[in-house]
């Protein structure tokens, strides 16, 4: 196996960003279309924050009521990406290796990092990305 392989031969670099004074909408549709769980939320290619699919689900079931279809779009409008994402999210350098980034993901309760070149947003990282890197080391 290869040692000191840095996170950016693995990172997805082909990003699909928020700011935060989009919508909730908008964040549910980028994750269905894309099929992704994790929206970065950036201003001027700086990372502010993170969203995550998660975030959304749990707003979406916190008041659902079985009987009201309408419940999600109601509750999308009671709140703003900013009051949702994660404000200081940990993050990976891009000159940081695959097994730094497999630590930190190993030690959290989260499945991705955003990884940064002297502050601004240059890629992702998820557990399955660290996954996929294994498997095909074997």
Same mark, same amino acid.
């Given at each position: 196996?290869?040692?000191?392989?840095?996170?950016?031969?693995?990172?997805?670099?082909?990003?699909?960003?928020?700011?935060?004074? !989009?919508?909730?909408?908008?964040? &549910?549709?980028? %994750? $269905?279309?894309? &099929?992704?769980? $994790?929206?970065?939320?950036?201003?001027?290619?700086? =990372?502010?924050? /993170?969203?995550? !699919? &998660?975030?959304?689900?749990?707003?979406?079931?916190?008041? =659902?009521?079985? &009987?009201?279809?309408?419940?999600?779009?109601? /509750?999308?409008?009671?709140?703003? /990406?900013?009051?949702?994402?994660?404000?200081?999210?940990? %993050?990976?350098? #891009?000159?940081?290796? #695959?097994?730094?980034?497999? !630590? /930190?993901?190993?030690? !959290?309760? %989260? $499945?991705?990092?955003?990884?940064?070149?002297?502050?601004k947003l240059v890629g992702m990282v998820t557990t399955t990305d660290i996954i996929n890197y294994l498997?095909?080391?074997?």
């Amino acid at each position: 196996m290869k040692k000191d392989v840095p996170i950016s031969e693995i990172m997805t670099t082909k990003l699909i960003t928020l700011t935060q004074d !989009q919508s909730l909408y908008e964040a &549910n549709k980028l %994750f $269905h279309r894309y &099929n992704i769980r $994790h929206l970065p939320i950036v201003e001027e290619e700086k =990372l502010v924050g /993170i969203l995550s !699919q &998660n975030d959304l689900l749990r707003i979406s079931f916190a008041d =659902l009521d079985k &009987n009201d279809e309408n419940i999600v779009p109601i /509750i999308y409008e009671m709140y703003s /990406i900013p009051q949702l994402m994660t404000k200081v999210p940990v %993050f990976i350098e #891009v000159d940081s290796t #695959v097994k730094e980034a497999a !630590q /930190i993901l190993s030690r !959290q309760s %989260f $499945h991705s990092l955003p990884v940064l070149d002297k502050g601004k947003l240059v890629g992702m990282v998820t557990t399955t990305d660290i996954i996929n890197y294994l498997l095909d080391q074997y």
